[in-house]
């Protein structure tokens, strides 16, 4: 099964962080699932560690050879997916979290996520 992981859930997985669920956890470790990052979440993880407003126990050089190690595709981000934003309604006001939600819609995958707004967009969870 193909996986896109929300930001906060990609992040509480490098820390090993409680708070992500043990579905979750089995979701992003089983070989036989592919798990996407977005763009976009690398690019909020960047900006919130730029503003002091985020601290992981791994530095930001370090990120891309996690992922990789971890079997992470990094889904890049273009016009098919921007496009679903254009009429997205404003369940989630949130960037970041809107372009996942229209990634997700554009590519038929489910988000691991426990954002409750994004039950309000046809879109698949998984937690």
């Known amino acids: 099964m193909d996986l896109l992981i929300d930001t906060h859930a990609l992040i509480w997985y490098i820390e090993g962080d409680t708070q ?48 990789i190690n971890h079997n992470f595709l990094i889904l890049d981000f273009d016009f098919t997916h921007l496009k679903p934003l254009l009429t997205l309604p404003y369940y989630h006001r949130d960037p970041f979290d809107r372009l996942i939600i229209a990634q997700a819609i554009t590519e038929g995958i489910p988000i691991v ?15």
């Open 20 to 67: 992500l669920s043990s579905k979750a956890i089995a979701a992003i470790d089983n070989e036989g699932n592919q798990i996407f990052v977005s763009k976009a979440s690398i690019w909020e993880i960047v900006i919130k560690l730029s503003l002091n407003k985020l601290d992981i126990s791994i530095h930001f050089n370090d990120l891309e050879a996690f992922l």
């Open 113 to 127: 996520t426990k954002d409750i707004y994004f039950s309000s967009y046809a879109v698949g969870l998984l937690w």
